[in-house]
Structures are given as C-alpha cells and as structure tokens.
C-alpha cells in the first residue's frame, strides 16, 4: 500500500537586525574581503571552506554538514531595490512584499488564508516568539503565538471549568470589536477568539512527544523544539514561524555573531536530527532570511547597515547550492558602500509558494519574480 503524502510545512527563522553576510558567506579568495575587514574579518586558518571561493566562520560548522550534504541552498546578494537601511520599514517590506508602499497584509497571513479560507484549522499557522509578526498578520486569519515553551502555553491556564473559560474567551473576544481605522483593533478583533482557540489546541503537543534528541539550551533551540512538538502532533499546521537575534552588530561583532550563529547552527542541527528520527523531514523546509546586510567595510568593532544579504534555504527535498552570483566588493560597484542586491527576495518566496507550496505567487507577493531553482 502507498503511503500518503505528507502535506508540505514552511519554517521561517527570522535573523533579525541585519545579518552580516561577509562574514557568515566569506569569499576568502577576494583580497577585497580582508582589505576591508581590518577589525572583523574571519582569519583565513579559520574558515571553513564550502568550494574554492567561499566558506563559513568555524561557528557555522554544524550548516556546513547539510551544505556538504547538497541539502542547504544559499542565494546569493538578495535584497530590493532602493534599500532604506532602516530595521523597521526593510522587516516591513520583507513581511509584506510592498517596497513602493506600507502594506497591509503580511505575505504568509495570505497563504494560510489561501490554505484555509473558512477557518477551519485555527493552528495552520503557529509563530514561536514574543510578538505576532507582521508577515503572519492579516485581518481574519488566526495564528496561534507561543511566547515561551511550550509545555507552559496556554491562555487562562487556571480556568479549566468548560463554560466559565469560554464565557472569558469571549468577553475578551468583544474587547477587541473592530474599531474603523484601527488595524491593530480590526486584526485583533476578527481573529481573537480563533487565536485563543488554537492555545487549547497546541497544549496537547508537548503530552504526545518522545525524543532521544537533546537540545541546546538556547532561546532559539527552544522554539524550534517547540515547532518539532507541534509538527510531530500531527496537528496539521502548516506554516511556522520563529526569530533569532539581534543581529545588529554595530560593535563587538565578532563574539556576537558567533554566539548568534553557534546558537542558530546547533539549533538547526537538532531540530532536523529530531525530524528525521521521526521521519518526519522529508515534508519540511526551513527559509533563513535577514532584513538586510551590513555594511562591507568595518568601523572598527562591527558593521554598520547595509543592504544586500544572504537567504538559506534548508532541508531534505532541497537542491543544495550557491544560486545568483555573490555581488561585487569593488568600490566602483557598491552603492553608498553596500553591496548591490542583485536577487529580489519576492523570486525566493516565489519559489517556495510555486514549487512547495503549489500556490500561486503573484497574487501574494504582489508581481513575477524570477524564481532560483533550489526546489524541483
């Protein structure tokens, strides 16, 4: 008998504040790279080679295993065009897909809406950290918010009387009635009462997991046990989304962004070595973005914003690889010192919503985006 295929899961992992790409990508062969790096360059001995022109700082040797195993793609110079260098409206722009205007539906809120248009399956999409984020967010849409671990999630824990806790889910419900103007209050009041149900729904995850798997104890390794819980549960989430940072490393660079990546990269390693024990990965991908890039020459203790970055790409039905072209460090083609973006990010999203989600891209990143070929 065959066995029915899996629906296919998104991982988002957030890297906010501005990962700097140099030096998680490092082209080592480019004299231009130490030449610039006086105070934050990765010494040569240290990096770990992934081809002849690039490798990775030593703390990202726990990624390097699935990029020798073709299972990590990495897009080279992604970002937009007229990059604002701003954390606040580049998130917005990554989140929403609008670059020209402020937008008001996150680009993820409108897949879950696509997969569930009457609600149905209040945990389809489920974020792992302290805020709704804006790419989740659409009036209408629920999304289940896990702050902490999940063992401890719940909402009004305490009231466990059947009637009285849903007489206070809905009082708190009508707290939040759409008020004209208020995107906050439209948002919170059309998708309350789902969102709170989906706390009810995530509790039983924790109850039905086993693993031999041991993980870090960092933040970051948290929530993504936290989202193996929820996927292992068989709940039928599809989307989740987590974050990781802050990687904005105007000073003391280095020991942050090991600290930073050592946490990411061993995070990754455990979350994927839990899947695969349960043979549950071959459904899952797991996109790494950051707002922006910093800045190619140091300030002598970190980097400053910049604008073209790096996105990965991870997972077990991935075509590992280098995809687009590393952008150029010759001074004559930065823009005002940055790095020139020469990928839109809206072609990766375009991939994954075309060829893993099989959902139809325009509509939902706002146009036609050449699309890297990292999934078949």
Same mark, same amino acid.
């Given at each position: 008998m065959a066995t029915a295929q899996k629906d296919p899961v998104l991982?988002?992992?957030?890297?906010?504040g501005g990962n700097d790409y140099l030096n998680t990508v490092i082209p080592y062969n480019n004299p231009l790279y130490q030449d610039n790096r006086k105070a934050v360059g990765i010494a040569e001995g240290d990096?770990?080679?992934?081809?002849? +022109?690039?490798?990775?700082?030593?703390?990202?040797?726990? =990624?390097?295993?699935?990029w020798d195993d073709k299972k990590l793609a990495i897009m080279h110079g992604v970002g937009y065009l007229d990059s604002p260098r701003s954390h606040f409206r580049s998130m917005d722009?990554?989140?929403?897909? +609008?670059?020209?205007?402020?937008?008001?539906?996150?680009?993820?809120?409108r897949v879950v809406r696509e997969f569930d248009p009457r609600k149905e399956n209040v945990v389809t999409a489920v974020s792992f950290g302290p805020c709704l984020f804006r790419a989740l967010?659409?009036?209408?849409?629920?999304?289940?918010c896990v702050a902490g671990a999940l063992e401890n999630y719940g909402f009004l824990p305490n009231i466990q009387e059947p009637v009285q806790r849903k007489q206070v889910l809905e009082r708190f419900s009508r707290m939040y009635q759409p008020i004209e103007?208020?995107?906050?209050? +439209?948002?919170?009041?059309?998708?309350?009462?789902?969102?709170?149900?989906?706390?009810?729904?995530?509790?039983?995850a924790p109850s039905l997991y086993k693993s031999r798997v041991k993980y870090p104890n960092t933040s970051?390794?948290?929530?993504?046990?936290?989202?193996?819980?929820?996927?292992?549960?068989?709940?039928?989430?599809?989307v989740f989304y987590c974050d990781h940072g802050s990687f904005d490393s105007h000073a003391g660079q280095n020991p942050l962004h090991a600290k930073l990546w050592t946490d990411v990269s061993e995070g990754l390693e455990a979350f994927m070595s839990d899947l695969r024990h349960h043979d549950a990965s071959e459904n899952v991908i797991v996109l790494m973005f950051s707002e922006f890039g910093r800045r190619v020459r140091d300030n002598g203790s970190g980097t400053d914003h910049g604008a073209a970055g790096a996105t990965f790409v991870l997972g077990d039905r991935v075509?590992?690889?280098?995809?687009?072209?590393?952008?150029?460090?010759?001074? +004559?083609? =930065?823009?005002?010192?940055?790095?020139?973006?020469?990928?839109?990010?809206r072609g990766i999203y375009s991939t994954i919503l075309d060829k893993w989600l099989k959902i139809d891209p325009v509509a939902i990143v706002n146009g036609t985006y050449e699309q890297p070929a990292f999934l078949n």
């Open positions: 991982v988002v992992l957030q890297l906010t990096i770990l080679a992934i081809d002849n +022109e690039y490798g990775f700082p030593p703390y990202l040797a726990p =990624l390097k295993k699935f722009i990554w989140h929403t897909c +609008e670059a020209d205007k402020v937008g008001t539906e996150g680009w993820l809120g967010a659409v009036p209408g849409v629920p999304v289940a103007g208020s995107g906050v209050m +439209e948002y919170l009041g059309t998708t309350g009462l789902d969102s709170l149900k989906g706390a009810d729904i995530l509790k039983v970051i390794a948290s929530k993504l046990r936290g989202i193996a819980q929820v996927h292992l549960a068989g709940l039928g989430t599809r075509q590992g690889g280098h995809y687009g072209e590393y952008p150029s460090l010759a001074a +004559e083609h =930065l823009v005002q010192g940055d790095l020139n973006p020469s990928m839109d990010f």
